[in-house]
């Protein structure tokens, strides 16, 4: 009888989440399994995993978990029942984002209550439905834009940058990495004076998806340190981003092609770059051109 039911692997499997999110859906709000045989562990039956889709579908939609757990505790349940989320753009609290996917919607509404949980679990089941580059260009990056065009609208809503910038931190970093047997030949750093770090973020989870391991240096590399770390590690690949103009150097560019034993790709990532870069340099258009052109590099 508990061969019938169904294990927490499986059931994240099905539903596209981590496992740790069931766990977590289960201590906080009950939604674990019901099935249980003396001697073996609890197994999630149909009707659990019915709750658990419940779950799924409104907290993609930026149902706050406490109320997507009310509704999936709801008796008798049917999953095609239940309502969706009405999206709203502008005044008030709200993010305007114009024509995007319910997630993004969802992401924006969570941000704005400052919900952790909610907005990793949202992106979490989007990286694990589509992947990091969809869950980047389509879901995170609208909701960045659209909190940065309320700040300069208001002056309002930095804890809500700040908050949603951690959350994509965390969930990018859990992004399964290859094998750390395998060095990587890819170095991912932001130029000097440069402090924005979340698409060099994304990049290495993308890359990671795709089997690519990378060194991701952080923000405000000098050339000095970062020709250093080029000396030490050797890579096939660097990518060097800049989010605006004024951290953007060509010349730290032309320094890294210039090197002794350079990089057999260097790219410029961001859109602080000029339309003129130094000779022998790349410029990376998105984060999908990033990663099939780095992945190829290193192959």
Known sequence: MAGEGLTAGAVARRLGVAV??????????????????????????????????????????????????????????????????????????????????????GLARAAMRLDASAMRDILEMVIADCGVIRAWEEVATPVLIGIGERYEATKRFVEVEHLISRTLTEVLGSVRRPDSSVPPKVLLAAADEELHTLPLEALAAALAEVGVPSRLLGARVPPTALAEAIARTGPVVVVLWSQTPTSSDPDQLGRVTA?????????????????????????????NDAVKTVAAAVR
Not at 51 to 59: D, F, I, Y
């Open 259 to 287: 090197l002794p034993h350079p990089p057999l790709l260097t790219a410029a990532a961001g859109p602080g770059w000029p339309a003129t870069l130094p000779p022998g340099v790349l410029q990376l258009t998105s984060l």
């Open 20 to 105: 740790t999110t069931l766990r977590t859906w289960h201590q906080r709000y009950g939604l674990g399994p019901s099935e249980h045989v003396p001697g073996h562990h609890r197994r999630y039956t149909e009707q659990d995993l019915d709750r658990l889709q419940v779950m799924r579908r409104l907290t993609a939609q930026g149902v706050t978990p406490a109320e997507a757990a009310a509704w999936a505790q709801r008796t008798p349940l049917t999953v095609d029942d239940v309502p969706p989320r009405q999206a709203r753009d502008g005044g008030g609290h709200a993010i305007a984002l114009g024509s995007v996917e319910p997630a993004a919607r």
